[in-house]
């Protein structure tokens, strides 16, 4: 990998994975207090517009990070700042009034999200959709400063930084248990509301960090000269509403997702245990691989080095899909175990097991796709190219509807099921993959009209000996899980899961060396 890569990656990787240890050890405790019940799934659709801001606009990799990354890179501190002063007022304006909006609507909001919810789960997702508003303004200066950092190379904290929700959490789930040990529904404060309150109190304290480390490296200035830089401004807010509907899509399509599966009892909490896990690895990947990306595509764009740039999609795409397609093996041969041993206690018992590990496996059948969207859509906002991703979302929203309804059994009100073909919760998710695939086909092949040319066959065959090298593998690994996975113990079982993880890496590291699509070399100190 290239020298850029290598100075940042290690940080950026190790800041992330904190953070996604974190992350999932918040779920852990999550699970054993609250399981597949009521209450988690109130906070899933609660969650729905708040998450949508906080992790698009407010993410890293999100519209407002990378439309700054892209103008204030080339901007000295001093200008930067300005830059930064005046977008922030701007967005925070923006977002507090569609904040006062939302809370005052809360209740339709969740009507129009989850309109086959009971009606005790209707109540508990309006409180804790009030309780979340404050985080929607909060989440416009987080976006923003994570860009600013980056802009500097500073990607340490923006990777680390998720982790503070997730430990304010953690703690509001201890103390919930010494306070409130029958986890009784009684006290909103330290159960029904207690997730939400959580989050409040985690994005804030995300914010008052944010705060204080733009301010440590120059970029915090509270003048501002309206007049000055209109370019800057012009060029990021120009980035940032295509983009926010772009990058936004699997989000997006989260709201239409959770709709139909309001149908289904425990489907919200199922879908979050499941896209949690893929999520936690997944957004290692996507922080190693692409993050460090953006700015050298800015740069490249700059010096209008295509062919650079170009050098850089490719090996980009090749270590995405030699990562990934790893990931979906590993995912659906130690399904069972990974779910068992990350969830099972508490509340959550072996039903609440057999309902997650399905949707665990329907999940990582979409993790390519997903991080290829990823990939593909970055670059072309980092080239500042959003009209063809822009229109392509709407597409991909009207298929995902189609979709999600065609097989879950195309319901229609006082005809029944149309298909035959109604696989529940599974059949959601499985939607999503299938919209990922066709958006990335279209966004590949659009690359040539700017003068992007992918080696689309070439990139193909390597795709599908990873593929085939990962089939075998998962077939040997699973044949020896069978004769061996006898444990009754969750020591055993995270043995076994130990054990057979190392397997399945040599094994795949060994047949994509022989058939020649894996660049990886375990003795240097490149990639």
Request: with cysteine.
């Given at each position: 990998m290239h020298t850029f890569l290598k100075s940042n990656v290690f940080s950026i990787s190790f800041g992330t994975g904190l953070s996604k240890l974190a992350g999932c050890i918040r779920q852990i405790f999550i699970a054993a207090a609250f399981g597949v019940g009521i209450t988690y799934d109130a906070f899933n659709y609660a969650y729905i517009i708040p998450g949508f801001l906080l992790i698009i606009i407010g993410g890293i990799n999100g519209p407002l990070h990378n439309a700054v990354v892209a103008v204030l890179t080339p901007l000295n501190k001093k200008n930067g700042g300005i830059v930064l002063?005046?977008?922030?007022?701007?967005?925070?304006?923006?977002l507090l009034g569609l904040a006062i909006l939302i809370y005052f609507n809360s209740s339709l909001l969740i009507e129009l999200l989850a309109p086959n919810l009971s009606y005790q789960a209707k109540s508990i997702a309006t409180y804790q959709l009030r309780i979340l508003t404050p985080c929607i303004p909060l989440s416009g200066f987080i976006g923003l400063s994570f860009?600013?950092?980056?802009?500097?190379?500073?990607?340490?904290?923006?990777?680390?930084?998720?982790?503070?929700?997730?430990?304010?959490?953690i703690f509001f789930i201890l103390f919930s248990w010494i306070f409130n040990p029958q986890n009784t529904s009684s006290n909103f404060l330290t159960y029904t509301g207690l997730l939400a309150f959580a989050t409040l109190a985690g994005t804030f304290i995300q914010f008052i960090v944010q705060i204080w480390e733009i301010n440590k490296i120059g970029l915090f200035r509270l003048e501002s000269t309206f007049q000055l830089f209109k370019d800057e401004e012009r060029r990021i807010f120009k980035l940032i509403i295509p983009a926010s509907i772009t990058s936004g899509l699997s989000q997006i399509n989260?709201?239409?997702?959770?709709?139909?599966?309001?149908?289904?009892?425990?489907?919200a909490s199922g879908m979050a245990y499941g896209n949690f896990l893929i999520q936690a690895p997944l957004g290692i990947l996507s922080n190693s691989l692409i993050l460090p990306l953006l700015p050298k595509f800015s740069k490249l764009r700059s010096y209008r080095d295509?062919?650079?740039?170009?050098?850089?999609?490719?090996?980009?795409?090749?270590?995405?899909?030699l990562t990934t397609i790893f990931l979906t093996g590993l995912f659906v041969t130690f399904n069972n175990q990974i779910v068992q041993l990350v969830f099972q206690r508490g509340v959550f018992d072996y039903s609440a097991t057999l309902k997650v590990k399905n949707i665990l496996i329907a999940y990582a059948v979409g993790i390519p796709f997903y991080l290829y969207r990823d990939l593909l859509v970055r670059?072309?906002?980092?080239?500042?190219?959003?009209?063809?991703?822009?229109k392509l979302s709407f597409a991909g929203i009207i298929f995902n509807i189609f979709f999600d309804w065609f097989l879950i059994g195309a319901p229609?009100?006082?005809?029944?099921n149309l298909s035959p073909y109604n696989f529940g919760v599974v059949g959601i998710i499985l939607s999503s993959v299938i919209v990922n695939f066709i958006v990335c086909i279209l966004?590949?092949?659009?690359?040539?009209?700017?003068?992007?040319?992918?080696?689309?066959?070439?990139?193909?065959?390597?795709?599908?000996?990873?593929?085939?090298?990962?089939?075998?593998?998962?077939?040997l690994c699973f044949t020896i899980l069978k004769t061996t996975n006898n444990f009754n113990s969750n020591f055993g079982e995270f043995l076994l899961l130990i054990f057979g993880s190392l397997t399945f890496f040599v094994i795949y590291f060994l047949l994509t060396k022989f058939l020649n699509v894996n660049k990886l070399k375990i003795h240097q100190n490149r990639i």
């Open positions: 002063t005046q977008v922030s007022i701007k967005i925070s304006i923006l860009g600013a950092l980056n802009s500097r190379r500073k990607f340490f904290l923006s990777s680390i930084s998720p982790a503070i929700t997730s430990i304010t959490t989260v709201f239409i997702d959770m709709f139909f599966a309001s149908s289904f009892q425990g489907a295509k062919i650079g740039l170009q050098k850089n999609l490719i090996s980009g795409i090749e270590y995405c899909f670059t072309y906002y980092s080239i500042e190219k959003t009209k063809f991703p822009f229609l009100k006082n005809f029944g966004l590949s092949f659009n690359l040539r009209n700017e003068d992007i040319h992918l080696p689309n066959l070439d990139l193909f065959k390597k795709i599908t000996l990873m593929s085939l090298a990962s089939f075998i593998d998962s077939t």
